[in-house]
């Protein structure tokens, strides 16, 4: 299995982001697919998940802001909009087997390397 992402990078609070993650080496509709943020000294923090079905899970910070899809080549895109400064941080794409705990970045195998993104004041 191979995740790898790309996009990111900085931008005003107020503005939009787009990240991508190319997944590959398992089947398409097994699993569901994520995105985590990690700052220093802090676990890696939910952003929001795409289940097998296409069902959208976010996490409270982004609600309203983010939004997660997936194409039928398992291409997983973050688009991030309206940010704000505490949006910042590095964002990974990971792989998860289990739904029920999407919000838990430990029930997820698979990690991309992680794209920074940086929001300015």
């Known amino acids: 299995v191979e995740v790898v992402e790309s996009g990111g990078g900085s931008e005003q609070a107020g503005g939009s982001l787009r990240l991508s993650c190319a997944v590959s080496?398992?089947?398409?509709?097994?699993?569901?697919m994520g995105w985590f943020r990690r700052n220093p000294g802090k676990e890696p923090a939910p952003v929001a998940t795409i289940d097998s079905d296409g069902k959208e899970f976010y996490g409270d910070s982004v609600k309203g802001r983010f939004s997660i899809s997936r194409d039928e080549s398992n291409r997983l895109t973050l688009q991030m909009n309206a940010l704000k400064v505490e949006d910042t941080g590095v964002y990974y794409c990971?792989?998860?087997?289990?739904?029920?705990?999407?919000?838990?970045?430990?029930?997820?195998?698979?990690w991309g390397q992680g794209t920074s993104v940086t929001v300015l004041s």
């Open positions: 990971a792989r998860g087997a289990s739904v029920q705990r999407w919000d838990r970045w430990d029930a997820y195998d698979y």
């Open positions: 080496g398992y089947p398409y509709d097994t699993y569901c």
